[in-house]
């Protein structure tokens, strides 16, 4: 890699902002996510066809037209990427002074390394920023068969339900599999025909040490059509602390220029309150593309904390407008309403952010 | 109105908007519960009574109670709770002292996430302020606490980090073992110190190698073959600023073993709180019976 390149590169990782996994574009698309990400349930690296569609498909106009189009590859063996998520927060909570600060709410470089191309890779997902170098994902891949069957082994975020963006979505706080909360593993993958399934079996301790013996088992299986797909996910964590069951429903469907998301999850943790509590999240989006590079995104979002308890449900409800004006660089401009019980102050706050994004 | 699949050209997008807007304000009324969706008179939490949750009324004092209450409970346990909390640290009321004081970071395991009576060098500190080495600021994706909030968990740790205090009917029951680091059970690198925390203020003229002893397992990780190995204990220190807590320090870096801590509830020497009752070492709600514990260092020195 010359200067120039390096400067470049240097230049997208510091002007870029967090791209995360937004499964609306695989619902857009009708792809897998492995047909643009080399993980293949979504996030992180993006393959040559997804760096393909982010300069070709995603922004309102290109600005490098005449050139060879980024790729991800350096040579033949080695691919590298990254993002870069730069926040304006604005956050209304009742009965508290208002609040507003600039952040870096992301800065993450994917590096990985096919030492035999489509068979063995070696995969890392390091977070930058904020703060020090925060390892998320360090895996070694090897394809059984190409293309088809997988086994994977190392630090890797667990497969469950849809691998949105927001790790804050109920879906994803609830379930406690995000992307935050990458465990050590060994997962097994298929992916064939219209079919995707993954079985991981981890430590259990969303990162932590293992303090016990038990561990958590979790599988996702989709089944994904052009326009439309439906998928199952399951996991049990044998903790000291209590078991925990997770049931999750999701699907997508694409009608004209929208593509719906949505996903149920139930779950049974015997380690919460004195005798276990049931919860039950549900998410239902619309991302609406009146045009190439710009989406509307609608979401709407229920939490029961306890089953066995009334009047305690919570919503929220964001609307976000994302503009890709140029390939590698998102504009997002939302607002996010929180609805819950009138004495917690908390559930009740109104979010406001603009958020510039870079990724390569 | 009738969805058509991908290719129409008339699908109205207002229908977005429309469909989710009208199943919002499911929000519950909150009628019979406390500030953090409890039922009222559930028992344990006073569910924010003493200053809700953030925003609330500053507390007046740094007590444990009202952090859980206040901070922990209402935010923290959003996430880091049961089996799935994240990087296994766990804040619900039942488990958050345990996993915190003392207790290193996972993050940067060369800091405690709380160190009693250092709230600068405090990890938990560090994160809710925003200052720590590693990651988000805490709450993640949420508002920052407010300071009022970030005050009373610095005056509580600066006041040496003391467990809740006990209620009416705590007090009236004999000191028991509230949690030890390393936990029981626990695979854990050598620890320099292990603590002991207490339901009640120890007597520390009893709190001696007599009370407390430390033995290895003799390497078949059991203590019934009559084969353990006494390890010596260089002190045994009760917390001048927090009675209930009790480190002991090992003469010499552990080695890979399966060790038990014993606390002397019974015999001619046995531990006792401040106003003389006996610990309740096996914890059958009277005094009396030796407390164990038993954890395995994993990384020691061979």
């Known amino acids: ?360 | 109105m009738r969805l058509r699949l991908a290719g129409s050209k008339r699908i109205q997008p207002m229908l977005v908007p429309a469909a989710l807007l009208a199943i919002a304000g499911c929000a519950g009324s909150g009628e019979g519960l406390d500030a953090n969706g409890r039922p009222i008179g559930e028992g344990g939490s006073d569910g924010g009574s003493n200053g809700g949750p953030p925003g609330g009324p500053p507390p007046a004092t740094g007590e444990f109670r009202q952090i859980q209450d206040t901070i922990f409970t209402p935010v923290c346990t959003n996430c880091h709770a049961g089996a799935a909390a994240p990087l296994g640290l766990r804040l619900d009321e039942a488990n958050s002292y345990a996993m915190l004081v003392n207790v290193p970071s996972v993050q940067v395991p060369a800091l405690q996430r709380v160190t009693p009576g250092d709230p600068d060098a405090s990890y938990l500190v560090q994160k809710i302020e925003g200052r720590a080495a590693v990651g988000a600021r805490m709450p993640l994706g949420g508002p920052p606490l407010p300071q009022s909030s970030i005050d009373l968990v610095r005056q509580w740790i600066a006041q040496g980090a003391p467990p809740a205090t006990a209620g009416l009917a705590e007090q009236l029951q004999p000191p028991r073992v509230v949690s030890t680091v390393p936990a029981e059970g626990e695979e854990c690198p050598t620890p320099s110190t292990l603590t002991i925390v207490f339901s009640h203020p120890v007597d520390a003229a009893l709190a001696s190698a007599d009370t407390f002893q430390l033995h290895a397992s003799g390497g078949d990780g059991s203590f019934a073959e009559g084969n353990e190995i006494q390890v010596p204990l260089a002190s045994v220190e009760v917390s001048l600023v927090n009675p209930t807590v009790v480190t002991l320090t090992p003469r010499g870096a552990l080695a890979a073993e399966t060790y038990r801590i014993t606390i002397s509830g019974s015999g001619a020497v046995a531990l006792a709180d401040v106003d003389g009752r006996v610990l309740d070492g096996d914890d059958d709600g009277t005094p009396g019976g030796d407390f164990h514990a038993t954890f395995t260092v994993t990384e020691g020195t061979p």
């Open chain 1, 1 to 360: 890699m010359n200067v120039r390149s390096c400067l470049a590169l240097a230049a997208l990782l510091f002007f870029a902002a967090g791209a995360h996994a937004e499964p609306y574009f695989a619902v857009r698309t009708g792809l897998k996510c492995v047909q643009c990400h080399a993980n293949v349930t979504g996030g992180g690296l993006r393959t040559p066809f997804g760096n393909a569609y982010a300069q070709t498909g995603l922004p309102a106009r290109r600005l490098r037209v005449e050139e060879e189009p980024w790729s991800g590859m350096l040579g033949r063996y080695v691919a590298i990427g990254g993002n870069l998520r730069a926040n304006f927060d604005h956050v209304d909570v009742p009965d508290q002074d208002e609040r507003s600060a600039f952040d870096v709410a992301e800065g993450r470089i994917f590096v990985e390394a096919s030492v035999i191309p489509g068979r063995l890779s070696v995969y890392v997902d390091e977070q930058l920023a904020p703060g020090d170098a925060d390892n998320r994902e360090a895996n070694v891949r090897l394809w059984l068969r190409e293309g088809t069957w997988y086994v994977k082994a190392g630090k890797m975020y667990l497969p469950f339900g849809w691998r949105l963006e927001d790790d804050n979505a109920f879906v994803r706080q609830v379930s406690g599999i995000n992307m935050t909360t990458a465990d050590d593993a060994v997962e097994v993958g298929l992916e064939y025909g219209a079919w995707s399934a993954q079985l991981a079996v981890s430590n259990g301790t969303a990162g932590g040490p293992e303090l016990d013996n038990g561990k958590q088992l979790t599988l996702r299986a989709a089944h994904v059509r052009p326009t439309w797909r439906a998928g199952l996910s399951a996991s049990f964590n044998d903790t000291d602390a209590g078991d925990r069951y997770a049931l999750a429903l999701h699907a997508g469907i694409r009608t004209g220029p929208i593509a719906w998301l949505g996903e149920v999850d139930y779950i049974d943790d015997d380690g919460l309150g004195p005798t276990g509590r049931q919860l039950i999240a549900a998410l239902g989006e619309a991302n609406w593309m009146p045009r190439r590079g710009h989406n509307v995104k609608l979401t709407f979002e229920w939490f029961d904390p306890d089953d066995d308890v009334d009047e305690d449900e919570q919503t929220r409800t964001s609307l976000v407008y994302e503009l890709t004006p140029v390939e590698f660089l998102q504009l997002r401009v939302g607002a996010r309403v929180y609805d819950g019980i009138p004495q917690n102050a908390l559930q009740n706050r109104e979010q406001y952010f603009i958020e510039l994004h870079g990724f390569f």
